[in-house]
């Protein structure tokens, strides 16, 4: 089989398993509000955690909760992916063979090059690929993106955020809601991939 490397159909990739939005955990949070043992408020927290979180995430245009996706191919193609940061290291290629059996493509037939990270990164097919069976999207890549570990001033721009939206539940806060948006919008943009 050809690899095509042009002529691309845009790369959308799917979601298998979303994030738990725990990595910047409950505890920090609270640490960060100074409020003690109380639990009384946990759910509350979690929810603003999580959107603050999950806000950072789509202005960012960043994965930043590690969770697992996958992109659907048509046939073996180079392509730059549409998420960052992937875990580069755990990028796997499965397709259904001319048998219509799944199978797992060797990792010594393709190359993920790790572009950094204000950039997305691209895999690149090498050498001959095997023959696939004729079905709707016979391969796809799997893989994790996100951070294991949060870069601390970005979980420092999270922790102010979701302190900001549990702080001023009500209508009744200083300033406008975009002003609280526009601040957190400023922060967050040195990790926009633009």
């Known amino acids: 089989m050809i690899v095509l490397t042009t002529q691309r159909p845009e790369i959308i990739s799917r979601i298998q398993t979303e994030g738990t939005y725990t990595t910047l955990t409950l505890a920090t949070f609270k640490e960060h509000l100074k409020w003690g043992d ?8 979690q929810l603003y955690l999580t959107s603050a979180i999950k806000q950072a995430e789509a202005y960012t245009r960043r994965a930043i909760d590690l969770a697992t996706y996958r992109t659907y191919l048509d046939s073996f193609y180079n392509f730059t992916f549409d998420i960052a940061p992937i875990v580069v290291a755990g ?9 219509d059996v799944l199978t797992t493509l060797p990792t ?87």
């Open 91 to 99: 990028v796997a290629v499965s397709y259904y063979n001319s048998s």
């Open 108 to 194: 010594t037939e393709y190359t993920v090059k790790d572009k950094g990270r204000d950039s997305y990164a691209e895999i690149e097919f090498t050498g001959t690929m095997p023959e696939l069976y004729d079905r709707y999207e016979p391969v796809y890549v799997q893989f994790q993106a996100g951070y294991s570990t949060y870069p601390a001033d970005l979980a420092a721009i999270i922790l102010q955020q979701a302190a900001d939206y549990f702080e001023n539940r009500t209508n009744d806060q200083n300033g406008s809601l975009n002003e609280v948006t526009f601040g957190f919008h400023k922060r967050l943009f040195p990790y926009k991939i633009l």
């Open 38 to 45: 109380d639990t009384s408020e946990d759910v509350t927290m």
